[in-house]
């Protein structure tokens, strides 16, 4: 955001410490996670900003109920026009439109079987605000499906923050936590068998890890506002 708009007009400015390595995270998917009031939500409203500029990027933000994802909305609004000027917000399809033409899905998934409002959709960038609410890694895993796009210069995310707890915690902590150390970039895992995700033997990339995770703790302190 800042390069984008200037150094005299920043209209956010990341914490030092872990808000500031979620933002610039290189990892495919990155958990961002600890204790409330450590900034969690607001970071992942400013992270896929960063590629607002390009026409091909399709963002898609998740919360697991409607008042919860009216929440976000309502602070989406207090950050997105100020850093994109002109990008107006469509209220009957709860999304973002960018002057590029990138656009930013704000939507909710209360119960599994809402993953097939999503069939036939592209993303170039997933999150999940609160991902542990979710009790199984069903949406999760299916919402990857739908992770990719045509554009060599726009690479791909999946995001997601939480709170410690919740029916979800133990796939959570099993694919995010238990691989390796707080803060450390590892080959993503299949969380039942501990196995790396390997591309197979028919594609060029044969053996090779998929793509990485990463676990970013988060804490009170890490906000001082």
Known sequence: VKELIGESDVVFQPNAGPQEEFLSAPEQDVLYGGA?????????????LRYCHNP???????????????????????LYPKAFPGATFRESKSTWVFPSGATIWFSYLDKDKDVTRYQGQAFSYIAFDELTQHPTPFVFNYLRSRLRTTDPDLPIYM???????????SWVKRMFIDPAPAGRAFDATDIDTGDVL???????KAGQALF???FIPAKLYDNPY
């Open 36 to 48: 409330a009031g450590g900034g969690k939500s607001f970071a992942l409203l400013a992270d896929p």
């Open 56 to 78: 091909n990027h399709r963002g898609l933000l998740l919360r697991r109920t409607l008042d919860e994802l009216t929440e976000l909305i309502s602070k989406s609004k207090q």
């Open 159 to 169: 995001r997601a923050t939480t709170n410690p707890g919740s029916s979800g915690h």
């Open 198 to 204: 390997t591309y197979p033997q028919s594609h060029p």
């Open 212 to 214: 990485q995770r990463r």
